[in-house]
């Protein structure tokens, strides 16, 4: 297997509008990051991967890019990044940026030139059809965040594919010159000395031709199926890599939408030369139906194994995965996995020595690293985010669901949950902004909060930095074979990890009363590593885990 330097990294992703404000304007900016460099670095982290920061009307939180190569005002300027990008480079840490390549915005001079006429020579940079015989859009294809694909442009008589808001319209991938511009983009930053790239949604950069009607299936099959993995996919990155990637000592992350178990070796299986690793979306849905949050399902600790183990096989060797509980698309991993109350800290802690002995470049989502939970937002004038709105007004106008539940099913999955401030300290607006921020904070952050954390040793956020650094120490937390233990119970999660010489047993208590495991005969020497609690209870051979106890042993 080849090791690389980012497979050993810890990703931490930083929303710069949450992240830190310092011009007191209620919204995060670069300069708020570089404050907070060596806050980073004493994480133990290693690579910080930022939400887009470029130039963009915010319909999408900078995922609606309007200037590839311009800095978002708000954040700060060129000056400023190139300044981050040095700081943090002085520290040892790497800097990935999010390219946004299946879409641009509307308020892009492109797409600005293409609705001019249909000879304009940007038209081509996007997908235009003529309406369908009865006038409607051209096909039955869904935005992911509500309403038809397709937005009617009347002065042309066509209509334009926009998978996401009608802001975000689609970009035109078949036409060769769209690939270059979006390569001369990433050429630019990767020439400033930044190390990579997050890319978004980038299965979907394939059309399938004459785009088909979908299925009456389910949104996430329409999604592998319809909107995923077009035939060019494969050929477009290969192109990338080519052209662009493989001059560089950089990396590429890949947002999984629609990728499967069976079909991820393609995009990156390393002889493939495609992508170095991406995440994938089982586990961050694992407790919504369909990839939409309207509908429920309740947390089930073996299906999360499986969904682990159902990874770990298909990528083995072969190719390489990122891990995340969470980040800014999803609520907060701690309130939805494991007990944002009474055993807020233990299960933090618990669910985060999961994720850090799972197989793969850990990639954590700030906030995480102190416990942030979800946010209760009183009214539909508190929500910020397009998904959660578009959500509540489609309810409004076909009343599929009660305006309470619609709201009711935001607060508990909807994205604004990790999308707001970080809480630094106890002081006004949790220490983010002296004005009020974009998005209502987190009224814990009184009790919840670095500056509190970092003086007590038994905080979260202490536990991470030694779980961090006690990751780099042993190769095994990221390269070891798996043996599960007690598979079928679906309270506790026990697993050995070999690597060569190395050893270690995981065990974690999901449940809220102690559990005992046996598994203690067949071992001979015990170090503990880390352990949530201040106590182990070792019996004649079984242990007995309190409540969210997670333990990490090196065995022999
Ligand atoms: C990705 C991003 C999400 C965004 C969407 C459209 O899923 O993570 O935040 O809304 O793509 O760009
Ligand atoms: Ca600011």
């Not at 990155?237 to 950089?250: G, R, T």
């Not at 499967?260 to 995440?279: P, Q, S, T, V």
Request: with cysteine; net charge negative.
């Amino acid at each position: 297997m080849e090791l690389s330097w980012f497979k050993k990294g810890t990703i931490y992703q930083i929303y710069p509008r949450s992240f830190n404000d310092t011009n007191n304007d209620g919204i995060g900016d670069l300069r708020g990051i570089i404050e907070k460099l060596d806050y980073l670095k004493s994480l133990y982290v290693d690579i910080l991967w930022l939400s887009p920061i470029f130039s963009s009307p915010n319909d999408d939180n900078g995922y609606d890019i309007s200037d590839y190569c311009a800095i978002m005002p708000e954040f700060g300027t060129m000056e400023d990044f190139d300044e981050l990008l040095r700081e943090t480079h002085k520290r040892g840490m790497k800097l990935v940026l999010d390219l946004v390549a299946n879409h641009c915005s509307d308020e892009h001079v492109w797409f600005e030139e293409a609705k001019k006429s249909k000879k304009n020579p940007y038209r081509d940079y996007f997908h235009w059809r003529k309406p369908a015989p009865d006038g409607g859009p051209p096909n039955n294809w869904k935005s992911f965040f509500g309403g038809s694909a397709w937005e009617y442009d009347k002065p042309s008589g066509e209509y334009y594919l926009h998978l996401f808001t009608k802001k975000q319209p689609d970009l035109n991938w078949e036409n060769q010159k769209v690939r270059q511009e979006i390569y001369s983009a990433m050429r630019f930053w990767l020439d400033k000395g930044v190390d990579g790239f997050r890319m978004d949604v980038i299965p979907l950069i394939s059309k399938r031709e004459e785009y088909p009607d979908a299925p009456n299936v389910g949104f996430r099959q329409i999604i592998e199926d319809v909107y995923a993995n077009g035939p060019k996919v494969h050929d477009y990155l290969k192109e990338m890599n080519k052209e662009v990637i493989d001059h560089y000592d950089a990396f590429s992350l890949a947002e999984g939408v629609g990728i499967n178990d069976k079909n991820a070796g393609l995009y990156i299986n390393h002889d493939r030369k495609e992508l170095d690793m991406l995440y994938h979306f089982d586990i961050l849905e694992c407790t919504i139906v369909n990839g939409k949050f309207e509908e429920a399902t309740i947390f089930d600790l073996t299906n999360m194994k499986s969904i682990f183990k159902k990874w770990r096989d298909a990528v083995h060797e072969k190719g390489w995965l990122a891990n995340a509980l969470g980040n800014h698309d999803f609520a907060r991993m701690i309130s939805r996995f494991g007990d944002d109350d009474k055993y807020w800290s233990e299960s933090a802690k618990m669910l985060f020595m999961m994720q850090a002995t799972q197989n793969g470049t850990l990639n954590i989502y700030q906030g995480d690293e102190i416990g942030m939970t979800n946010i209760v937002l009183d009214s539909i004038e508190e929500v910020r985010d397009v998904q959660s709105l578009n959500f509540y007004n489609e309810n409004l106008q076909s009343q599929k669901y009660s305006i309470g539940y619609a709201l009711e099913r935001i607060n508990k999955e909807g994205r604004d949950n990790a999308r707001t401030p970080v809480q630094w300290s106890d002081e006004i607006n949790g220490g983010f902004s002296t004005h009020k921020p974009w998005l209502k904070i987190n009224s814990n952050y009184n009790k919840i909060n670095v500056k509190n954390q970092d003086q007590d040793k038994n905080s979260i956020l202490n536990f991470y930095r030694r779980l961090l650094k006690t990751r780099k120490q042993y190769d095994v937390f990221v390269y070891g074979d798996f043996e599960e233990l007690e598979f079928d119970n679906p309270n506790v999660y026990i697993y050995k990890k070999t690597y060569g010489d190395e050893k270690i047993l995981v065990a974690l208590n999901f449940s809220t009363h102690d559990t005992a495991f046996a598994h203690f005969n067949a071992i001979s020497e015990i170090e503990v590593l880390l352990n949530n609690y201040q106590e182990l209870l070792l019996n004649d051979g079984e242990a007995i885990l309190k409540p969210y106890q997670g333990i990490i042993l090196k065995i022999d």
